[in-house]
């Protein structure tokens, strides 16, 4: 339980917006218990246990993620796969970092100012990791085990039956991971559910990492948020006006990794990605993937989905630390 | 998980917007495997939404009907649910029309209404022939729990108190094998309980649902405040140690294959507005069980405005400890220091050794005594995984029951011992007296 969600709405009655804040915060629970490889009773977990060629029954919300991930990966080349638990596992027993704070395993919070903002209406401590796992190997095998990581690795792994309501795993061992799409998704829901009550003005963050932001607070062009790089903690851009759209960081932090699911390697291209999207479940995926896709790729990509916004750090060697540039790609934020 | 909420009212606006819905038309009968079962939902808010999920998962269930008196929420919620999951099915306000209409094609029906909802409801099921899993508490009254009992005995019908621990694979191992069998704890001298819950606000609703009055009153809700909740209310729910202290009291019954002779307990409602929380928000009670010629007490505590330590059971025994948990997944064992070594359990897989230090295996010892740093408790937990939703096995093993394949693992004599129990603890609230308990009152 390390990630903050929060939502910050405006509504003339303070009562009700609260109430709405609840309900969305038992939505949040509902779903971190279903998606959630650390919940032992999860849809991915049972998943993630289940032996080649058994398919089970899962959720809505388990089979909706699952189907948005697929799409993602296939739009990023694979730069995004929730398939990569193993090699999530791998890099992380490797270096022992189980030590670090599970909202920092992934690389963030490089997101700003959300307290600046005019009306805060709930807090909730909440997480898509909440346990570590595994043990350092030092017997001389490792490459054989990134193989073996990477073997257990793909979307072709997986086959989802949209009819049936049923995943299947081709071959036993694979870890779904959504640690890269989760909070996104439950910003997401829990954005319908606020809109469902009534609230027409709010914005969602989870852990700082992904925002959401819907309407705006009275004389404002939207809700105020910044982006902040993972290192100085300095603003790296102007001040942004979010309205009807998701914005997302991933990072590089206190020398956490994240992984290329497509070399099975550590991302090395840069410190830090941000990205913005119609969803913030896209913005929380594509984040991810922008921290390990070329600047080609990354060009690519935007030309051809005009309403993504990608921005990157571009951290050439030999610079001085503290001389952060940023790249834009996309539409303007 | 802990929550606060912080508030500053902020520029006016207008209402939302009004969505519409409606419930599903029925289309053809979708063609029926001969091992299927055909189910019905009474009640599909919250609990029932997480029990409809539960059932959707397992393979051979298909939802005939599903029932809710609030049809702009809850039942379009769950029609919805189900037409996404090609379950064709009409959907029902009234559950005396959804009996009428479909009790031929049903073979069961779940309830997950609200507690004074149960003993009607489940009564008349039982009558039309059809099998209930009924969420726990069985009734806000014993009267009510009463008659749920005799009606599912003179039906033949199968009745299922959702007190789904009963099928909880870690707490039948506790149970039967730790405890029971292996006698791990030694004698069990005494128990402790809680279900400590954060503060939270009263439950509200999209405006664009509310019920009008005259609906409201039709199902016995004097308002949408109560509808919404119904558990601190006497007339409506059980309160909360029928809510949630039936099923740790059913656990405290259950490993120690007892029941109690007397009662204390002192409570009140300390934090809550007293007018729209009639229940006790804060509980302290004292349990008598006898076990072997001597008296075994249970220390038990509801506090409704802070979570520390959530809700468990620990039961301590002159050989060891267990603290057992349905939430996270927790069973943890501590043995005593000078209680026989566990090493042997360990190596057959009865437990999992999860202390640094490991015990002596038996019969393997080649001096009298290793010297090292000082001892500290040895901690176990079981090897048993429950990689499902906590309820499903519950209904599993109530759909198997249908099927002939399985005994229930909480039928209403079960339940019915509990619903009495927590009575009890209400009594000694009220009278501040020590109340007694005879083996005739868990008797129908």
């Known amino acids: 339980m390390a990630t903050t969600f929060e939502i910050v709405s405006v509504h003339p009655d303070v009562r009700y917006a609260e109430q709405a804040a609840w309900a969305a915060f038992e939505l949040l629970d509902r779903l971190e218990q279903e998606l959630s490889r650390y919940v032992e009773n999860s849809d991915i977990s049972r998943i993630n246990s289940l032996a080649a060629d058994q398919p089970v029954l899962v959720g809505l919300a388990c089979l909706e993620c699952l189907e948005i991930s697929a799409r993602i990966h296939a739009e990023t080349d694979g730069a995004f796969d929730v398939t990569a638990g193993r090699l999530v596992d791998f890099w992380r027993d ?15 919070p490089p997101l700003g100012g959300f307290l600046k903002s005019p009306t805060k209406v709930g807090t909730t401590n909440h997480a898509f ?19 073996h990581a990477r073997r257990q690795t793909g979307m072709h792994l997986i086959e989802l039956d949209k009819t049936s309501h049923t995943v299947r795993l081709r071959t036993c061992g694979v870890r779904i991971d959504l640690g890269g799409i989760g909070k996104g998704y439950a910003v997401d829901r829990m954005a319908r559910l606020l809109l469902d009550w009534g609230i027409e003005d709010a914005l969602i963050h989870g852990g700082r ?18 982006l902040m790089h993972p290192d100085s903690g300095e603003t790296v851009s102007r001040p942004i006006n979010l309205c009807d759209r998701a914005i997302s960081g991933s990072g590089l932090q206190k020398g956490l990794h994240i992984v290329d699911p497509r070399t099975g390697r550590l991302a090395v291209n840069r410190r830090a990605a941000w990205s913005s999207a119609p969803t913030a479940t896209l913005a929380d995926a594509l984040s991810t993937a922008f921290m390990v896709m070329t600047p080609e790729e990354i060009e690519r990509y935007c030309a051809n989905h005009p309403d993504v916004t990608a921005v990157v750090t571009r951290d050439a060697g030999g610079r001085e630390a503290n001389e952060v540039q940023i790249q834009l790609y996309g539409c303007d934020l | 998980m802990a929550r606060r909420a912080f508030f500053r009212s902020a520029a006016a606006l207008g209402s939302g917007a009004v969505l519409t819905s409606r419930a599903a038309e029925p289309k053809a009968e979708a063609e029926k495997k001969a091992e299927d079962l055909s189910v019905a939902m009474i009640g599909v808010g919250a609990q029932g939404q997480l029990l409809l999920g ?4 397992i393979p051979g269930i298909r939802f005939r009907a599903v029932c809710d008196i609030w049809k702009d929420f809850n039942l379009d919620g ?13 959907a029902y306000v009234d559950y005396r029309e959804m009996l009428e209409k479909e009790r031929q094609q049903l073979n ?3 309830i997950a209404t609200p507690d004074f909802c149960h003993a009607e409801q489940a009564v008349a099921c039982l009558k039309a022939g059809l099998h209930v899993y009924c969420e726990a508490p069985m009734s806000n009254t014993v009267e009510g729990a009463r008659q749920m009992v005799q009606a599912a005995k003179e039906s033949g019908k199968l009745l299922q108190i959702g007190m789904q621990r009963r099928s909880n694979p870690r707490y039948i191992h506790c149970c039967e094998k730790v405890v029971r069998e292996l006698k791990l704890l030694g004698q069990i001298t005494a128990i402790s309980g809680q279900w400590n819950r954060s503060v939270q606000p009263d439950r509200g609703w999209p405006k664009r649902a509310t019920m009008d009055e005259a609906a409201l009153a039709r199902y016995g809700y004097p308002s949408m405040q109560q509808f919404r909740n119904w558990q601190w209310h006497k007339k409506l729910g059980g309160g909360p140690v029928a809510e949630f202290g039936s099923h740790q009291i059913d656990v405290f019954n259950w490993f120690l294959d007892a029941r109690p002779t007397a009662v204390m307990a002192a409570g009140g409602t300390e934090y809550y507005d007293r007018k729209t929380h009639e229940w006790c928000d804060t509980v302290m009670a004292i349990l008598e069980y006898p076990v072997r010629q001597r008296t075994v007490r249970v220390l038990y505590q509801i506090v409704a405005s802070n979570g520390n330590l959530g809700y468990y059971e620990k039961f301590l025994g002159a050989d060891g400890a267990l603290v057992i948990s349905e939430a996270a997944g927790l069973a943890n064992l501590f043995r005593e220091a ?11 897989g009865f437990l999992v050794q999860t202390g ?3 015990d002596q295996t038996d019969g393997t010892r080649t001096s009298v005594v290793s010297i090292t740093d000082s001892v500290t408790q040895t901690h176990y937990t079981v090897p048993v995984e429950f990689k499902e939703p906590i309820q499903k096995a519950h209904l599993e093993n109530f759909f198997a029951a249908i099927q002939g394949k399985a005994q229930l693992n909480c039928p209403a004599e079960v339940g019915y011992a509990a619903a009495v129990t927590a009575s009890k603890i209400y009594e000694a609230i009220e009278t501040g007296r020590k109340i007694g308990l005879k083996a005739e009152d868990f008797q129908i």
């Open chain 1, 209 to 226: 990492s992904t925002a959401l932001a819907f309407g705006k607070p009275a004389r404002q062009e939207g809700w105020p948020v910044s």
């Open chain 2, 54 to 57: 539960s059932c959707l998962k």
């Open chain 2, 338 to 348: 000078t209680a026989p070594d566990w090493g042997k359990w360990v190596n057959l």
């Open chain 1, 129 to 147: 990791h909440s346990s570590l796992g595994g043990k350092t190997r030092n017997d001389g095998s490792l490459e054989e085990d990134l193989r």
């Open chain 2, 108 to 110: 069961a029906v779940i």
């Open chain 1, 94 to 108: 490797r270096d022992s970092i189980a030590q670090s704070s599970d909202e920092n395993r992934f690389g963030v």
């Open chain 2, 356 to 358: 640094k230090r490991p």
């Open chain 2, 78 to 90: 769950a029609s919805q649910m189900l037409r996404a999951y090609n379950h064709e099915h009409r």
